[in-house]
């Protein structure tokens, strides 16, 4: 289970929402593993978090890009590498079928991956909108 705090803040009111949205998407995606919900709900759940890191992910970029942040071509890398792993498992379900040993993977995967990548990449943000002298709210 992930569970927001301090050290994931990135100095970006609208990413750290975007963030803790994401937390609250894979958690989602935990519990529906934990109930045992059928291939439906934990479909929908699933495309749903894929749709939602896009979107995240572009207006991180967008950001990242407007502060020259210099670890945003490795953002958008990282980015795009976990959205591949992640077509990957997909495409696993689909064949093999949504057994828990398998969502218990993916599960991990968007937890190890989002809490690490936040840590190590999004926060260095934080100097960017500084340095810029903005909030990091406004335009
Ligand atoms: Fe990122």
């Known amino acids: 289970m992930l569970t927001w705090n301090d050290a994931y803040a990135t100095g970006i009111t609208d990413i750290d929402e975007q963030h803790k949205r994401l937390f609250g998407v894979i958690n989602e995606f935990g519990a529906a593993v934990d109930r045992g919900e059928g291939e ?28 020259r942040c210099p670890v945003a071509l490795q953002n958008k890398k990282a980015h795009s590498s976990f959205l591949e792993s992640y077509k990957k ?11 828990e040993k398998l969502l218990r993977e993916v599960q991990r995967m968007c937890e190890d991956w989002l809490a690490d990548h936040i840590c190590k990449i999004d926060t260095h943000l934080k100097g960017c909108v500084s340095k810029a002298g903005a909030d990091g709210k406004r335009e």
């Open 40 to 67: 439906m709900k934990i479909g929908k759940t699933m495309k749903f978090l894929a749709h939602y890191a896009k979107v995240h992910f572009n207006f991180e970029e967008i950001c990242m890009a407007k502060y």
């Open 89 to 99: 498992y997909t495409d696993r379900l689909a064949v093999e079928g949504c057994t």
